[in-house]
């Protein structure tokens, strides 16, 4: 009886919190192709099996089964029965069933890294130009040449 109190005071606490939760994941998933930081943090929690969408699981999964086995030792001892070993082979047992990873993180992740890297390779010319003429002796410098301290270091 004091376990169904307690579940009832805590009930609305917890779907306070878990939809704020679920508003703030929407937000971090809408954001999220924004930010490279984001989107590495996102991709590094699915490959390693702690994204959001499977911590909910795991978290709906366990609230599943403490229902269930509270229920089946309730019903035996709320009657006064005694449980038989036959009772305790019986009861519920708890196993997570996975699912396949999210792969749009990963793939988000890997076209910002290919953007970055054809970014810095077309960039890469102009750099070696500036490294070029700031190594070049000052009386070498040709007409176009910008001066010397215009340069940016």
Do not use: C, Y
């Amino acid at each position: 009886a004091t376990d169904a109190v307690v579940a009832a005071a805590r009930a609305p606490v917890e779907q306070k919190f878990f939809r704020a939760l679920a508003h703030r994941q929407v937000l971090v998933t809408r954001l999220a192709s924004a930010s490279p930081v984001t989107l590495v943090a996102i991709a590094l929690d699915e490959l390693a099996g702690a994204s959001d969408a499977r911590v909910d699981r795991f978290r709906h999964e366990v609230d599943a089964f403490q229902r269930r086995f509270a229920a089946f030792f309730n019903a035996k001892t709320m009657h006064g029965e005694r449980l038989t070993p036959g009772d305790l082979e019986a009861r519920p047992r708890f196993a997570f069933e996975e699912h396949a990873a999210s792969s749009w993180p990963t793939l988000v992740l890997a076209i910002w890294t290919l953007a970055l890297l054809a970014f810095a390779v077309h960039q890469l010319p102009r750099a070696l130009a500036l490294d070029e003429r700031r190594r070049r002796p000052a009386s070498t410098l040709r007409a176009g040449d910008p001066p010397r301290a215009a340069v940016a270091r």
